[in-house]
């Protein structure tokens, strides 16, 4: 993959997987960088040859307009798009990766930004400590 744009194999489409995911027992590890929360496991029966496929969620709850739901969820997947690069997965890694927006207004996208990348960096830490244990 070249460049920094998002291809469609890297998108979190499969219902299974989602639900995999946020399921308890899954062995499914969880951080939180406000205004972010970062769920994500390793998935080796994903067929996608991407290292990372992730999924955004803005909850209704949260947000209660739709227009703000949008922004939001596009300040998010640029955050991710351009803070990607920077990570590089171990080799063989099959990560199923989602973004929860936990704030209840709308945010500006330095602090999305920043929540990313650190979300980004527990994530890595994760994978190169292989522990059972949830990263806090």
Request: proline share 5%; charged share 30%; hydrophobic share 40%.
């Amino acid at each position: 993959m070249k460049g920094l744009r998002l291809y469609k194999k890297e998108k979190l489409r499969s219902a299974v997987a989602i639900d995999q995911l946020f399921s308890r027992g899954s062995g499914a590890f969880s951080a939180i960088a406000y205004p972010l929360r970062a769920v994500w496991r390793n998935n080796p029966r994903r067929k996608s040859d991407a290292p990372v496929a992730f999924v955004i969620s803005v909850p209704k709850k949260r947000l209660r307009h739709a227009v703000d739901r949008v922004a939001m969820r596009r300040k998010i997947r640029e955050a991710y798009r351009l803070a990607r690069p920077e990570y590089t997965m171990p080799e063989g890694t099959r990560i199923d990766l989602a973004f929860v927006y936990v704030a209840d207004r709308l945010t500006d996208y330095a602090s999305v930004s920043h929540a990313v990348e650190k979300l980004m960096t527990k994530v890595v830490q994760s994978l190169s400590v292989n522990t059972d244990e949830p990263a806090q």
